[in-house]
């Protein structure tokens, strides 16, 4: 029935069946006594097509006149679906129930997430929300999450922002902990590390060292004046600074290698429990690796209901041989990150060299990583009260 | 003097610039890839099957030939039938 066949349904339609000598006649004198007529198709050497309940009667006097014979083959829509459901009340009554449950329990919150805290533990904000009024099975009608927020943030000191939201049956507490600046005392600047001083600001306090000069950590680099209240020094002392790292590479290794089988199971992630849907349950690798995706695996295990797709990729051991090479260009790139993770993120790193020393009766080869950066050492050492 | 009327009607259409299948009552057929014909200003359905369908027009007849054809629409002055359409092609 085409585009058309949405509204057919929903009012109703029957199919009609036309045998006779000339069926396109017949459809003409429908078309011109304005019987609607859609889906006309040939089966079976008839012609079938769809009209309204109501118009089939105006179809006889059409039929008499060129000697067709209309029967009705089938009945669809909603006129029918009433005219079934009276005969089957039991049945409708089911699913009225079921759906009133179904809508009766919607209304109420059947999860409650909590997200964003840290040192916060997650059953304290659950308690100050069962105080404010929120938990499982209470009504969403009767919850007023400005309230929650309000009571949450009162009750909870720690924390600094709180927003409560309702998707659907899932309470979502989302959570910004206060993070604590405590008071810097004055005192003088000290050398945080050893370094070699490139530049020297002065913002209070008198300068102790100069471009070029050599400092350990605990020199005092800019000295306060104790004597004045406001008397802390301030400043910043640039320095050339040197970070040291070695590890040893062997140059033989065993390695775990994927051999290409895999088993694939489906998983039902419930609050954090993961239950067995589809799929082997006994992994049949002695060694093997594990790769989760699907659903709720991004988010908070502990969320919502979610499917997730195990896979169990079976793993070999395999003996690597290095050659000095590759293992100084491995050394290298592992030094590199190992330094990288020492600095500080605000520090600049200006040159990066390795060391390497073989040690052929142990097989492995010895990497001593130097990073130049260039840094802030200055820190402030409080004077003593 | 039938056609001359017809004639004169056609060249005061096209003088004035107005459609000619309106000024003529003449059909107008639409073709939508392989799969639907639209036949506008027909004047009735004079046979039809699964592989053939001949709907009549002023100053003849457009027939559509095919596999699987259905007629979706039909109103007093207007069809839509679709199907796997192999021609279509107007006999007068």
Known sequence: MGAASFFWNLIGAVKVRVRGPNPARFLNLCVSSGIPVSGIREED???????????????????????SKPEVIGRSGVWFLWSKA??????????????????????????????????????????????????????KAVVST???????????????????????????????EKVDHPLER????????????????????????????TVKAGDILIAGDPSSPSGGARGEVVASTWYKASLEVPLREIQPRRTGRKVEVRLLNVEGNLLPLFGSKAIPFQ??????????VRQSPKTTISVI?????????VEVERSPAEAEDLARKRLEDIVRRQL????????????????PDRGVLTATGLAQAEENIAVVKPWPQ | MRSRTKEIYRAMAESLGLPVDLALDLPRVIVVGAVQVIILNHRGLIQYSKTKLVAGVGGGQVVVDGEDLEIQEIGPEDMAVKGVIRSVHMET
């Open chain 1, 45 to 67: 050497g008839d012609v079938t097509f769809y009209t309204l309940p109501w118009r089939y009667r105006e179809l006889r006097p059409l039929a008499f006149k060129t000697r």
């Open chain 1, 146 to 176: 400005e309230f929650i927020d309000a009571s949450i943030i009162r009750d909870i000191p720690e924390l600094g922002w709180v927003y409560t939201s309702i998707h659907g049956t899932v309470a979502l507490i989302e959570v910004r």
């Open chain 1, 309 to 317: 797709t195990r896979t169990y990729y079976e793993l070999t051991w």
């Open chain 1, 344 to 359: 500080p993120p605000s520090v600049k790193l200006i040159d990066f060299s390795i060391e390497v020393k073989i040690a």
């Open chain 1, 287 to 296: 060694w093997y690796e594990i790769e989760d995706s699907g659903g709720g």
């Open chain 1, 186 to 213: 004055p005192g003088d600047m000290v050398a945080r590390r050893d370094g070699l001083v490139k530049s020297v600001l002065v913002l209070s306090g008198h300068p102790l060292v100069k471009a070029g000069d």
């Open chain 1, 86 to 139: 009276r005969k089957r009340q039991a049945l409708v009554a089911t699913v009225l129930a079921l759906s009133g449950v179904f809508y009766y329990l919607s209304g109420s919150i059947w999860a409650i997430d909590v997200r964003g805290n840290n040192r916060v533990s997650r059953e304290r904000i659950l308690a100050a929300a069962l105080k404010a009024g929120l938990y499982k099975g209470v009504r």
